[in-house]
């Protein structure tokens, strides 16, 4: 699918309650043993931490590419896509575009379902993951309060991030879903990535 990395999909990654939680990764973020960017973390770090428009367009095109992952939805009603909601904007980065609803709005385009961006809800504000130690994470996940805004009831949804790590953001609002009733949930990411 991509030059950079190959697709990954992974079922039971410790993502959601119940029956495991498919997983579809683009790519790497880092080249394997060593600390240099894959073309997709490249990417990735230009269009979120650089604000840089074009390679967030880019990735959202190759982003699309997911579609074709993704199993069939059984039922009437179109899949629900939509993006995990970021946290407060820090100081400065107010021109940045949200990743994760890029990356979700293109999914949709490319005929996954339905764009829902404000579908999920973050009630509490919480640091950015990056910035914590994986032992920390599930607590920080938690106190965010992610609740469906909507019924989800027998709803299949993807839910879109930009980058994986240990999926505790993601495990936190998979979780709301399934509680909420969804009938299943599937995670896409552009990139995952380790600790350095």
């Known amino acids: 699918m991509d030059t950079a990395g190959a697709l990954r999909v992974e079922v039971g ?11 579809l990764v683009l790519g790497d973020y880092w080249q394997p043993d060593r600390d240099e960017r894959t073309e997709i973390g490249e990417l990735v770090c230009r269009a979120k931490d650089q604000g840089d428009p074009g390679a967030a367009s880019e990735l959202a095109e190759r982003f699309a590419s997911l579609a074709t992952a993704l ?7 179109p899949r629900l896509v939509v993006p995990v909601p970021s946290g407060p904007v820090p100081a400065g980065d107010g021109d940045r575009p949200d990743l994760a609803a890029m ?3 293109s999914l ?5 379902g339905e764009y829902r961006p404000s579908l999920v809800v973050k009630s509490n504000p919480t640091p950015r993951m990056r910035r914590l130690e994986p032992e920390r994470r599930a607590e920080v996940a938690a106190s965010a309060g992610y609740r469906a805004n909507e019924p ?10 930009d980058v994986v790590l240990t999926g505790t953001t993601l495990n936190a609002v998979s979780t709301c879903l399934h509680d909420a009733g969804a009938a299943s949930v599937t995670a896409a990411v552009a990139a995952r990535t380790r600790l350095r």
């Open 108 to 112: 949709a385009a490319a005929g996954v």
């Open 103 to 105: 990356l979700a709005s």
């Open 71 to 77: 199993p069939e939805a059984a039922g009437v009603l």
């Open 152 to 161: 989800v009831a027998g709803r299949h949804i993807v839910v879109v991030d």
């Open 13 to 23: 990654a410790g993502l959601g309650e119940g029956a495991g939680t498919m997983l």
